[in-house]
């Protein structure tokens, strides 16, 4: 499986920007894709996740309200809505598949086997 990030950018605090990823390669019906970002010097944080089936969808307190997962099972791509930006937004962010991911650990980087380039998004204030 492959993951092809794409959608960041520099955008003033308050802007909007979607994140997407697309996967190619084996299919697996039980996937479960996910954001992180990581910003420099900090570890890979967790940002949201959703289960190939639309169902379990969870975000990080701190995006709660402006970030929107979804996913487009045709095109196999998931998306991440980022609107009211702030500063504290930018990192890289990396999207992640899994397979038979379990709820409870969905938040847990090490139980994705395959990630994507990663994609900057940078946020003036």
């Known amino acids: 499986v492959q993951l092809q990030a794409s959608g960041g950018g520099l955008v003033q605090a308050g802007g909007s920007l979607t994140l997407s990823c697309a996967a190619s390669?084996?299919?697996?019906?039980?996937?479960?894709m996910a954001w992180f970002r990581q910003a420099p010097g900090k570890e890979r944080e967790f940002v949201s996740t959703?289960?190939?089936?639309?169902?379990?969808?969870f975000y990080t307190d701190s995006v709660k309200g402006r970030f929107t997962i979804s996913r487009d099972n045709v095109k196999k791509t998931v998306y991440l809505q980022m609107n009211s930006l702030k500063p504290e937004d930018t990192a890289v962010y990396y999207c992640?598949?899994?397979?038979?991911?379990?709820?409870?650990?969905?938040?847990?980087?090490?139980?994705?086997?395959?990630w994507g380039q990663g994609t900057q998004v940078t946020v003036s204030s």
């Open positions: 959703i289960r190939w089936s639309g169902t379990s969808i």
């Open positions: 390669g084996r299919s697996y019906n039980t996937y479960t």
């Open positions: 992640a598949l899994g397979n038979r991911v379990i709820t409870s650990q969905a938040m847990n980087p090490s139980v994705y086997e395959f």
